[in-house]
């Protein structure tokens, strides 16, 4: 992923955090738009270290529940970030869980209305590429 992109996606991440805030009411942003930028790639960070973790123990709940689970592993999360941040605040599990909802919605909107990520091309029949070996 470029540079470019990596930025353009943190900063929409940020902007719907933002919303989120303003339409949960036990969601609070203490500051402006790099405050914003910064639980965007604090979130990230989060997400990306212990989503997985999570995921792997949650993976049972996640099966039964037929992936409504995800919702509390996001709401886990979304709570972890405000918790390592002074500038979010989170009363509450309801509160997180209908927030990480949001978050969930506005991030797959934004990925459905804004080119935010590389498609893979799609090869010609015969070409070169498709002959290399690739691992």
Known sequence: MGFIRLVARLVVLGLIIGVVAKIVPGVEVHGGFFTLLWL????SVVNA?????????GLPLVLLTF??????????LLAITAGLSSHLDI???????????????FSWLAEMLLPLR??????GVGSASENSASF
Do not use: C, M, T, Y
């Open 40 to 43: 965007a790639v604090l979130f």
């Open 49 to 57: 270290i212990l989503g997985p973790i999570f995921f792997l123990f």
């Open 67 to 76: 992936g409504l689970f995800l919702l509390v592993i996001n709401a886990g």
């Open 91 to 105: 009363d509450g599990f309801w509160d997180a869980l209908f927030a990480g909802l949001l978050i969930s919605i």
């Open 118 to 123: 590389e498609h893979s091309k799609q090869r």
